[in-house]
Structures are given as C-alpha cells and as structure tokens.
T-cell receptor
C-alpha cells in the first residue's frame, strides 16, 4: 500500500545548525511529494513540493529533492533559526488525489 | 471564499451526543479532504471527495462517522454517539483535482472535546 514514513521527533538543534528530517515513501506509480509545516498555534501550510523525480522543492531556505531510486524526500536546511520551530509533515499525493501524511516531526531550535 | 473555512472552531460536547462539523472549501476546488489530528499525533486520513463522490472512505474510524458533500462544495462530517476518544482536531482541506501536483489548502480546524 501507500505510506509515508518520517523520522520520529522531537528533534532539538541549536540555532544555525544543519537540519535533515528524513522522509521515505511507498507508492505505486509516481506520486507528488510535499512538506507541510505547522507552527505553534497555527494551521497547516505548504512548505514545498516536488511533482516528479529529481525535482527539487525549495522555500524559506528549506530544500527537498524527489529521489525515485531511494523513494525519499528528505527535508534539509543549512542554518536553522528559532523561528523554524514547528511540526513538519511529509506527504504524498497519488494520481487519484488521495493524500497521505507522515506522522510529523516536531522540531525545537534552541537560541 | 479566500480560504478553507471550518465551523465550529471549538466544540465541547457530552459523551453520547451527535456532532456535525462543517467545511466550506475554497471556491472552485473540486477535491475535499477530512483529516483528524489527535494531541501529539500525526494526521489521520478520514475521507476525501472528488466532487460529491467519496472514492475512499477507508479512513473513517467506525460506523459512527459519516460525511457528505453536496453541490460539489460544502461538506459535513457527522459523528454520532460521540466518545471521549473522538476528541481531536478535525481538519478539512481542499484543492483543484486532476493534477497530483496541486497544493492542498487546510482550514484552521474544528477542535472537538468530548466530556
């Protein structure tokens, strides 16, 4: 079946550290892949997306590359800030429009 | 509307009562999704609609849960005989369909507390 697996949190880093949040998926066909972010007290919002293999999504200094060979879409940022503290969700969207989310990874950035 | 609108934003209900949660998607969006987020948990898929049809109802936790969508727009999620374990945030989202790369937009959620 289709599923999304992301690293369990919480992840705690110091400001300016390098961030990686791993995400792998299983799916038939070629889904689109997304990262959503939920800041404290706010709703879910799209962070970035990639619609085909080797595409790189980027936004706010975050990047993720659609890797078909490893079925991965890891989220990276070179230098995190306190304001990046949030819960991050990896998701895939199938051709039939069903969207499946991972369990989320809580990120804490210490000043 | 400008965004996905959900109501009520907060609902406290007694165990055993029925509740209805409403979602008004972004105008023109044909795909509509319901998810549940429990405290400290991820997003649990409940059901989605393409137009008025629900191709996949597999995520509904029990037969106490049902959802409908009329006119290809507003959707209602109904929980009958609520239980304490139903307490969660119920999130609605919508998007254009037919292209899998389309972004989905979330509402602010309906916080349900069953006491």
């Amino acid at each position: 079946g289709n599923s999304v697996t992301q690293m369990e949190g919480p992840v705690t880093l110091s400001e300016e550290a390098f961030l990686t949040i791993n995400c792998t998926y299983t799916a038939t066909g070629y889904p689109s892949l997304f990262w959503y972010v939920q800041y404290p007290g706010e709703g879910l919002q799209l962070l970035l997306k990639a619609t085909k293999a080797d595409d790189k999504g980027s936004n706010k200094g975050f990047e993720a590359t659609y890797r078909k060979e490893t079925t991965s879409f890891h989220l990276e940022k070179g230098s995190v800030q306190v304001s990046d503290s949030a819960v991050y969700f990896c998701a895939l969207r199938r051709r039939d429009d069903k969207i499946i989310f991972g369990k989320g990874t809580r990120l804490h950035i210490l000043p | 509307g400008a965004g996905v609108s959900q109501s009520p934003s907060n609902k406290v209900t007694e165990k055993g009562k029925d509740v209805e949660l409403r979602c008004d998607p972004i105008s023109g969006h044909t795909a509509l999704y319901w998810y549940r987020q429990s405290l400290g948990q991820g997003l649990e898929f409940l059901i989605y609609f393409q137009g008025n049809s629900a191709p996949d109802k597999s995520g509904l936790p029990s037969d106490r849960f049902s959802a409908e969508r009329t006119g290809g727009s507003v959707s209602t999620l109904t929980i009958q005989r609520t239980q304490q374990e139903d307490s969660a945030v119920y999130l609605c989202a919508s998007s254009w369909d037919s292209l899998s790369g389309n972004t989905i937009y979330f509402g602010e959620g309906s916080w349900l507390t069953v006491v």
